[in-house]
């Protein structure tokens, strides 16, 4: 954007680039486990506790099989108690790895969208001293800023459109 503010004395032109993304939502990540990609075994427990923590095997050990991720867990008497607590812990440590995956998508994403904002990467100038408006991808240009700012963007889309029509025949006809 180029414009003269109301507190520059000597007229000069300032400058502002500004970059914007349009992002999907990330979708709520919902993971069930599957019993028979679970290795359950029950072990002894180590520790104090006393005679019931050591001579019955209550202690679980669960490995999800196709991550090799595994939960050890002993903190609660009963190996039932323990077991559904371990793949409680691997369900929520499945879907932490699975929203970190969504977020490294969008991020990069988000990144290539965006680029790095320089005025070298520049889509489009606004020129408020010359009421005009350029769009750099197809060297369209409007007098006009104020209807532009209004919303009225069929022109540029226009230009677009017939760009990249242009583009895909020059590409079939190669």
């Known amino acids: ?19 914007v993304a349009v992002m999907p939502e990330l979708d709520d990540v919902d993971i069930t486990l599957d019993e028979r990609d679970l290795v359950i075994t029950a072990e002894f427990s180590s520790g104090p506790g006393g005679q019931h923590m050591q001579k019955n095997a209550t202690a679980a050990r669960v490995v999800y099989k196709p991550t090799g991720m595994f939960v050890k867990i002993q903190s609660e008497r009963s190996l039932t108690q323990n077991k559904r607590l371990a793949m409680a812990i691997i369900q929520a440590r499945l879907q932490e790895m699975e929203q ?3 977020s490294a998508a969008v991020a990069a994403e988000r990144k290539a969208q965006v680029g790095s904002g320089d005025r ?20 369209f240009t409007s007098y006009n800023l104020p209807v532009v700012m209004d919303g009225d963007l069929d022109p ?5 459109a017939l760009a990249d029509e242009t583009e895909k025949l020059a590409a079939a006809t190669e």
């Open 1 to 19: 954007m180029q414009r003269v503010p109301q507190t520059e004395s000597q007229g000069r032109i300032h400058t502002s680039t500004a970059t």
């Open 100 to 102: 970190d995956k969504q």
């Open 120 to 139: 070298s990467e520049k889509i489009r100038t606004y020129n408020y001293p010359q009421s005009r408006v350029t769009d750099h991808r197809v060297g």
């Open 156 to 160: 540029f889309i226009d230009a677009l």
